[in-house]
């Protein structure tokens, strides 16, 4: 399985999260966070959506930790210090990477996570879009059952094929979704 870290921004949005985390159901992934990153997003969550409670996000969160046991990482604060990033905001989502070895850091900011840096340490920045198509070249099969069965589970409201392509290209899926529109008996 590749060992992903997922950043604050992919685990904003409900059913993007959803979306990657069906790879980690369909153990094509072993995805990582910590509380900190689980921070991040529920508080900017909470920041834009005054309507949703906190309560609510702290159940996802813990949902999540329960759902993916070794998910939540702990273990990794000493490193933090030890990086250099563009933004020193981001270095414990780099040394959340380092500590577990994980293959990919899966971010919208890839500007945040120069190659060059996270090359030092054999991981690399990918947006979910790219993260995706890699995944598709490695088990083209497995991650189209994995999203057909991600879109088969999402009842309030279902989706069809068309309605859920949409849903992802807005997600920032555009790729993915040019690839999938040729696929859409097998999704």
Not at 44 to 72: A, W, Y
Not at 109 to 124: A, K, Q, S
Not at 150 to 173: A, C, I, M, N
Not at 176 to 187: Q, S
């Amino acid at each position: 399985m590749i060992r992903v870290v997922l950043d604050a921004c992919v685990l904003y949005s409900a059913l993007l999260r959803g979306f990657l985390l069906s790879f980690a159901s369909g153990e094509l992934i072993k995805p990582f966070w910590s509380q900190e990153i689980q921070g991040e997003w529920t508080r900017s969550l909470l920041q834009n959506r005054p309507d949703l409670k906190r309560e609510n996000l702290e159940r996802i969160c813990k949902n999540m930790d329960v759902h993916f046991p070794t998910g939540l990482v702990r273990g990794y604060e000493s490193i933090t210090p030890t990086l250099t990033l563009p933004d020193p905001k981001d270095r414990h989502v780099l040394a959340v990477a380092i500590h577990v070895e994980a293959e990919y850091i899966v971010t919208f900011d890839l500007n945040d996570f120069p190659e060059t840096t996270l090359r030092l340490y054999g991981v690399e920045a990918l947006s979910p879009d790219e993260f995706v198509l890699q995944l598709i070249q490695i088990s083209q099969k497995r991650v189209l059952e994995t999203i057909k069965d991600h879109r088969l589970s999402l009842t309030r409201p279902s989706q069809t094929v068309d309605e859920y392509l949409v849903t992802l290209e807005k997600q920032g899926l555009p790729k993915t979704v040019a690839f999938l529109r040729e696929r859409k008996d097998d999704i």
